[in-house]
């Protein structure tokens, strides 16, 4: 029995050697493509248009959580305790990261009304790459954030509990 999976790879991997595109496995591992068809239960038309799509989700879901960084909500005292660990150097990173997601959401909405199988393979190898150095830009910056709450906490842990 042929899953809604096992269709969309059919149909992806037709286009993957028309346009060089990464594996869907690739694929797959950084944007969670696989639990999104089943959660779904469907097999989309246009693997290209759907991948890209998917893509842009997973980019745009971390503008809150960097938008949060450089202006945080005054009314959440750990939005602001946040905010504070970060310079203005690393908030001018956070500001341009903010500027370089914006650009790939806004594009992908101008792919959508333009519709052309072509422009989303394009999309998909040059923000698959962009998205590796991405990811390793927000994970400089959760570092930051983690380490910001890990410095205020007591070295003597027991001593929360008695």
């Known amino acids: 029995m042929e ?11 037709k286009l993957k050697s028309k346009y060089d595109l990464p594996s869907i496995k690739e694929l797959n591992d950084q944007f969670e493509i696989y639990d999104i068809i089943k959660e779904k239960n469907l097999s989309p038309s246009f693997p290209l248009r759907y991948t890209r799509r998917l893509m842009v989700s997973l980019f745009y879901g971390w503008i ?8 945080p909500n005054p009314q959440s005292a750990i939005l602001v305790r946040e905010s504070e660990a970060f310079n203005e150097e690393q908030k001018n990173k956070v500001t341009k990261l903010i500027k370089e997601i914006m650009f790939i ?5 101008k792919l959508d009304l ?3 199988e072509q422009k989303d393979a394009e999309f998909i190898k040059k923000y698959f790459t962009e998205w590796k150095k991405i990811k390793k830009m927000i ?3 959760a570092n930051i954030n983690l380490e910001s709450w890990q ?7 027991g001593s929360y509990f008695g």
């Open 3 to 13: 899953t809604n999976i096992n269709k969309f790879e059919d149909k992806y991997n």
């Open 64 to 71: 809150n959580y960097l938008h949060n960084f450089i202006m």
């Open 105 to 109: 959401n806004r594009l992908s909405t």
């Open 114 to 116: 333009e519709n052309y």
């Open 139 to 141: 994970l400089e910056l």
């Open 151 to 157: 410095s205020d906490m007591p070295s003597d842990k």
